[in-house]
């Protein structure tokens, strides 16, 4: 057993998904015998991976020997690859569990799971295993030649997950506090009817069976808590963003859908939307919501938006949630706003400046010297009005981090489709 210190955890979202109880793990490769090595406690284990994220992740790579945090699913198959370097013995991968410790607030407990010698492929080392889990969670990895952290360079590195859960699935609009119409005059369920459509239509590698509409003063026994005539806050009128409670609808059809939660506004200026990239969770969960408001803040008051501009956002959110990043890189995204809360889980990685997708183009615009390397995703006026945003070729793309008007049909790229429809598969549904 190792003990790590749960501040350091919490920078890799080990603190939201650790769990106490835990079905076995099986892998196609087992190396015999040989000693435990343990992460490196005496550091922060401050960088992960998400199953078929091909971004740079240089930072992972490079901290993978003495400790990373992956991303795992019950139910789900994995690689984890990367370079050979022909200057070093073939290392070991162990992998490990971690779990919270009765007498410690401060300390979480990992137990190794198994020891993997790769297998060649090509120029590359491929590390395989299947994974049982009751629910999402987080493993942490050593990486070792007799007993000792692994000298050699770890390059392109890649973590793969294949699942075999359906690509249907349904959506659970929650409707929270009092609701006016749209900007354009529409009502909820006119709102829904769009939403319904445009989902369809752009999530065209995966089948959207249905939208459920409910309203949060309804629920069965939460229903008094989400009183149906006062405007909700996310962030102010509970200090859970997510309003995660309500995911989980406990209802036949609602159980496992994707919960989109709309609410009067987001207590961050200029946030109309709100989601944890690669959330991982449909139904009942912590942060397991996409989050869209009707009204976004504006300076000193709120703006009410348009349904199409609510309906762009929850199609933008729900990418995150499916483990999609912006097709340009803005300085919210690595983390280099003083305003990031540490439970952003965002963590500084020069190298992710772009989402290493071949058919998503990136602006140019955010990196210009005049902006100090990358744009934050807040003030969007004045950066169109400052930058033209306008000129950026990946402004017709959903993932593209800023809402602009009047840009025309917007879409997802076939890659990011395939990211949408592997997690989707991967997500116990």
């Known amino acids: 057993m190792k003990k790590f210190c749960k501040k350091e955890l919490l920078w890799a979202f080990l603190c939201i998904f650790c769990a106490s109880f835990f079905t076995s793990c099986s892998e196609s490769v087992d190396a015999d015998g040989g000693s435990v090595l343990s992460p490196d406690s005496s550091r922060p284990i401050a960088h992960k991976l998400y199953p078929n994220d091909i971004a740079k992740n240089d930072s992972a790579a490079v901290n993978l020997a003495r400790g990373i945090a992956l991303v795992v699913h019950p139910g789900a198959s994995y690689t984890l690859s990367f370079d050979i370097d022909s200057t070093q013995p073939a290392p070991e991968l162990q992998l490990f569990r971690t779990y919270d410790l009765a007498y410690s607030k401060d300390l979480v407990g990992s137990s190794r799971i198994?020891?993997?010698?790769?297998?060649?492929?090509?120029?590359?080392?491929?590390?395989?295993?299947?994974?049982?889990?009751?629910?999402?969670?987080?493993?942490?990895?050593?990486?070792?030649?007799?007993?000792?952290?692994?000298?050699?360079?770890?390059?392109?590195?890649?973590?793969?997950?294949?699942?075999?859960?359906?690509?249907?699935?349904?959506?659970?609009?929650?409707?929270?506090?009092?609701?006016?119409?749209?900007?354009?005059?529409?009502?909820?369920?006119?709102?829904?009817?769009?939403?319904l459509k445009l989902f369809r239509e752009k999530y065209y590698g995966i089948?959207?069976?249905?939208?459920?509409?409910?309203?949060?003063?309804?629920?069965?026994?939460?229903?008094?808590?989400?009183?149906?005539?006062?405007?909700?806050?996310?962030?102010?009128?509970s200090e859970d963003m997510f309003v995660s409670e309500l995911a989980g609808w406990p209802e036949e059809g609602l159980r496992n859908a994707l919960n989109i939660v709309l609410?009067?506004?987001?207590?961050?200026?200029?946030?109309?939307?709100?989601?944890?990239?690669?959330?991982?969770?449909?139904?009942?969960?912590?942060?397991?919501?996409?989050?869209?408001?009707?009204?976004?803040?504006?300076?000193?008051?709120?703006?009410?938006?348009?349904?199409?501009?609510i309906i762009i956002t929850a199609l933008h959110e729900t990418g995150h949630f499916f483990g999609l990043r912006h097709t340009s890189t803005t300085k919210r995204d690595l983390g280099l706003l003083d305003d990031v809360e540490d439970d952003d889980g965002v963590i500084e990685d020069l190298s992710n400046v772009e989402d290493g997708l071949k058919d998503t183009p990136f602006c140019d615009v955010f990196s210009s010297p005049r902006n100090t390397l990358y744009k934050s995703s807040e003030g969007a006026d004045d950066y169109a009005l400052e930058l033209d945003l306008h000129s950026c070729p990946d402004k017709y793309n959903i993932m593209f981090p800023v809402t602009l008007d009047k840009v025309g049909v917007i879409s997802f790229s076939k890659q990011q489709m395939e990211i949408i429809r592997s997690s989707l598969m991967i997500f116990p549904h």
């Open 263 to 309: 609410v009067h506004s987001i207590k961050n200026k200029d946030v109309m939307g709100y989601s944890r990239i690669f959330s991982g969770i449909l139904g009942a969960g912590k942060q397991s919501s996409v989050v869209i408001g009707e009204y976004v803040k504006r300076g000193n008051g709120y703006e009410l938006l348009s349904s199409y501009n």
């Open 114 to 195: 198994r020891t993997l010698s790769p297998t060649v492929v090509g120029n590359r080392y491929v590390y395989s295993f299947t994974c049982e889990e009751n629910k999402m969670s987080i493993w942490l990895t050593s990486l070792g030649v007799d007993g000792e952290y692994y000298k050699g360079k770890v390059n392109n590195i890649r973590f793969q997950g294949f699942g075999s859960y359906s690509d249907h699935i349904s959506i659970n609009l929650i409707v929270v506090g009092s609701m006016d119409k749209t900007l354009d005059g529409k009502n909820i369920d006119e709102l829904a009817s769009d939403m």
């Open 207 to 237: 089948t959207i069976d249905t939208l459920y509409v409910r309203y949060a003063h309804n629920h069965p026994t939460l229903g008094p808590y989400y009183p149906g005539d006062q405007p909700w806050v996310a962030g102010i009128s």
